[in-house]
């Protein structure tokens, strides 16, 4: 059309239909150290009521800097839930600051740097949350445990030059985003340069979900931790399919484990993933395929691939999210206040 003015953004005032929609309130940002007269952190969730469990994160000289904070409350499905969130002490507006649920810039410190920092020598056993790493010394004596803030997909998000130089063992919980965080960390140890990273290959047999903080399974010998400790697979980056220099060759391992018997390869899954640097269930599609029956088969009872999606690093604030969303779609439709957060509401 001629006049493009129609299509303008809706100005306030602008007709009858005109009306002010919420503004957003401002995003708190994160004062990184913790000012040393800043409150003690009282945060609770606001849903949810206080943490279980809080634990501190420092910088290199020990200042604090924030808290990973645990909340447990019972899901709409009956099941008992938790949710760990990173907590830092952040400027609201103005001269208004309160310990907020917002994630640390980027490079975080790793959960109990000081100690490392002053342990250069001491072997490291990784771990995929606070509570774990803090068992670390009393399962292990001579280690010390650590790990990241903000959940099984925010590895990248820290910094891993403390361990530059020392040996590291990666434990993963016994579940997939377990199985890709301890892959994610021992990729980053090697960039900072650490002596040796190997991984832990918990039993394929043990409980879904397992983790050091739960007691062994039944049947489990006692030592059954110090063996799998000792048994951690060196890792090495995946070598490309048939590279010639590569420490594995990709196209004969799954052939032979496709030749495997099912009990034979569920055993072996698990450690062939990590010396090939793939996921468990990308390996289960490879030899699926190789034995002649291709993972996208059509047909009823065929796998649903879909993208693994990567967590947002970050809490999000629902409401001021909404609130967003909903003066963008006003500033370009004429439409009332209700029908502008219904629109919202609708296209997430």
């Not at 208004?96 to 917002?102: I, M, S």
């Not at 980053?188 to 399974?217: H, N, Q, R």
Request: charged content about 20%; aromatic content about 6%.
């Amino acid at each position: 059309m001629a006049d493009d003015a129609m299509f303008a953004p809706v100005q306030a005032g602008d007709g009858a239909t005109a009306f002010a929609v919420t503004t957003a309130r401002p995003k708190p940002v994160p004062i990184v150290p913790v000012p040393t007269d800043a409150p003690e952190c009282a945060w609770g969730h606001p849903k949810h009521g206080p943490p279980v469990a809080k634990w501190p994160y420092e910088d290199a000289e020990g200042r604090l800097v924030g808290h990973a904070a645990r909340v447990e409350f019972v899901g709409q499905d009956g099941e008992r839930r938790k949710e760990v969130l990173p907590i830092t002490y952040c400027r609201i507006s103005g001269e208004n600051c309160a310990w907020r649920a917002r994630a640390l810039p980027a490079p975080r410190p790793l959960y109990r740097l000081p100690e490392l920092i002053a342990n250069p020598d001491a072997p490291v056993i990784v771990t995929e949350g606070e509570k774990k790493a803090d068992l670390v010394p009393s399962l292990f004596p001579g280690y010390l445990g650590t790990t990241s803030m903000g959940g099984a997909g925010a590895a990248k998000h820290s910094d891993w030059t403390p361990l530059a130089g020392r040996k590291v063992i990666t434990w993963p919980d016994h579940d997939e985003p377990g199985r890709r965080y301890v892959h994610d960390v021992a990729g980053l140890a090697t960039a900072a340069g650490a002596a040796s990273v190997a991984i832990v290959a918990v039993p394929a047999e043990w409980p879904g979900k397992w983790d050091i903080a739960d007691a062994l399974p039944e049947r489990a010998a006692p030592d059954a931790l110090a063996e799998l400790l000792q048994s951690a697979v060196p890792w090495t980056p995946a070598a490309p399919l048939n590279e010639p220099n590569g420490a594995v060759d990709a196209t004969a391992e799954i052939a032979r484990l496709a030749g495997l018997p099912l009990l034979q390869y569920d055993r072996e899954r698990e450690a062939a993933a990590m010396r090939l640097g793939c996921r468990t269930s990308t390996l289960d599609q490879l030899v699926a395929k190789h034995r002649g029956k291709p993972a996208g088969a059509p047909g009823q009872g065929r796998p649903l691939n879909l993208p693994e999606p990567e967590p947002w690093p970050e809490p999000v604030e629902g409401a001021a999210l909404i609130a967003e969303l909903a003066a963008v779609i006003h500033r370009y439709v004429v439409l009332g206040a209700a029908e502008a957060v219904s629109t919202t509401l609708f296209a997430c």
